[in-house]
């Protein structure tokens, strides 16, 4: 099944569970990361706070790509990593394909440089009311999160 749903700039996205529906070769990954029962978001200097994520660098895979991105976003070394989808967004200059993940993270490291962002940030519970929330990116006021975080739901994670 795919759901089809616009994101939060009205681009038209198509989300589905399904192995690589969109590409076998993703340049982008998105994170949903968890630590001893809390999410594991990045403070993103720019945006604010979304769970990690970002570009397939060269001559990587789409899960090398999501390991470093925690890594290098939130210090987070994972204990596991388990695929749940791929969404595609057919945006106003280009298209997107990205994987989503879900993350166990085994531990945290400290970190001189966070990259793009200010580090780890450790929340109980996602807020419900993202899409008027200042403090999170716009990656977190769409129906990826809503559909991913019930597809955990329903598998126990």
Known sequence: ???VFKDYYRNEVQLSFET???STNPKHVWIICKYQDQWLLTHHRTRGLEFPGGNVEKGESAEEAA???VMEETGGVLKSL???GQY???GKRDYIIKNVYFGEIAYLTDQDDYFETHGPVL???L???LKQNDQYSFMMKDDVLVYCLDYLAKSNR
């Open 67 to 69: 390991k470093r991105e």
């Open 82 to 84: 388990t695929y749940i």
């Open 20 to 22: 690589d529906p969109f």
């Open 123 to 125: 929340i109980d519970e």
């Open 88 to 90: 595609y967004v057919d």
């Open 127 to 129: 807020p419900n009311n």
């Open 1 to 3: 099944m795919t759901y």
